[in-house]
């Protein structure tokens, strides 16, 4: 009897599905994580889709800071899920990168493949908007899920605490309204996203008074108002 190892294939039909969460704030691995994954089920030999929804590259594709990539399947809005699994066939598992940005009945969906299909799904991404407050899907996720994790990875707040909460930044000034879905990277755009603990997050603290640095380098004055600034163009 040869012994099973790392490399072994796993057997079809072996297993029943499983739904997992994996969740944190900008800048913890996500994408990375996802992409990983990714790979270890392949090298077993199972067979997989990648899924994802505005990736910062704005192509259909997993990019991760790093520098690792992966083609996928652009996720919009009127796209069955389920359907789309079933026209690749046989599929194990499906890796849902950005699944915040999904909908709730996308959701429902990838459900129904574990439950329904015996598909693994591995679902990845933030659990709240700029405003502390939960995407739907996220919320639905956490709802569903039959395993949560936050990640591991420590991003930390400019104040060394741990950081959490997603902010939108609009001009040097912490937005409060606007478009929940707004493209945005934690660089130097004019529109970029900043980790914050929750402490700063409430207080809309962007460490500028404390002579942290913004991402380019360059200081600013500190920001005379709190007032929320109108979202951008809509979509990541």
């Not at 402490?199 to 404390?210: T, V, Y």
Request: one cysteine or more; proline letters at 5%; hydrophobic letters at 35%.
């Amino acid at each position: 009897m040869i012994e099973p190892s790392a490399l072994s294939p796993v057997p079809a039909g072996s297993r029943d599905g499983v739904l997992r969460f994996y969740f944190g704030p900008m800048d913890c691995g996500k994408s990375t994580l996802a992409l990983q994954m990714n790979y270890n089920h392949g090298r077993q030999g199972r067979r997989g889709l990648v899924l994802t929804k505005h990736d910062r590259s704005g192509g259909p594709q997993i990019t991760s800071r790093i520098g690792l990539g992966s083609d996928a399947v652009e996720v919009v809005d009127d796209l069955d899920l389920v359907a789309l699994v079933r026209a690749h066939e046989p599929v194990d598992y499906v890796i849902c990168d950005e699944a915040c940005f999904y909908t709730v009945e996308q959701i429902e969906q990838l459900a129904d493949l574990t439950d329904h299909h015996g598909v693994d799904v591995y679902a990845f991404g933030l659990a709240s908007d700029f405003r502390s407050r939960m995407f739907p899907a996220a919320q639905r996720l956490f709802e569903l899920a039959d395993e949560i994790n936050r990640l591991q990875v420590e991003v930390l707040c400019w104040c060394g605490r741990p950081g959490h909460l997603n902010a939108r930044v609009v001009g040097g000034t912490m937005a409060r309204t606007g478009e929940q879905v707004v493209i945005g990277d934690t660089g130097a755009d004019q529109i970029r996203y900043q980790v914050l603990c929750r402490r700063h997050h409430r207080s809309g603290d962007l460490g500028l008074r404390a002579g942290v640095l913004p991402p380019d380098g360059r200081s600013q004055e500190a920001p005379s108002s709190r007032e929320a600034l109108p979202g951008a163009r809509q979509g990541g």
